[in-house]
């Protein structure tokens, strides 16, 4: 399986991006966005289940961040971005697990990771 991510960028304060990522899966899979910035831990920034009728969210990105899918292709809408965004984003793909609503955002529960794209905000 791979997960191909593309969209970031450098951007102003209040701008926006859109990220994409395009799976080679079987369209089973729930989904989040990630993001790492040096020096700090990968954190969970929006998840989507299978069939994309559940979305979730990090408290830190709610109101400004939309991630939806279609088919195998994810997205993740940023918009009213902040210099604290600034991170490498990487799109993940996992099982749909009983106790996932309750733990999109960890990283372990998540066997696919694509390589990242960068997005600065400055």
């Known amino acids: 399986w791979q997960l191909v991510e593309s969209g970031g960028g450098s951007v102003q304060p209040g701008g926006s991006l859109r990220l994409s990522c395009v799976a080679s899966l079987d369209g089973r899979h729930c989904m989040a966005w990630f993001r790492q910035a040096p020096g700090k831990e990968r954190e969970g920034v929006a998840g989507i289940s299978a069939g994309g009728g559940g979305t979730y969210y990090a408290e830190s990105v709610k109101g400004r961040f939309t991630i939806s899918r279609d088919k195998n292709t994810m997205y993740l809408q940023m918009n009213s971005l902040k210099p604290e965004d600034t991170a490498m984003y990487y799109c993940?793909?996992?099982?749909?697990?009983?106790?996932?609503?309750?733990?999109?955002?960890?990283?372990?529960?998540?066997?696919?990771w694509g390589e990242g794209t960068q997005v600065t905000v400055s």
């Open positions: 993940a793909a996992g099982g749909c697990w009983g106790a996932w609503t309750t733990t999109w955002y960890q990283p372990q529960g998540y066997n696919y």
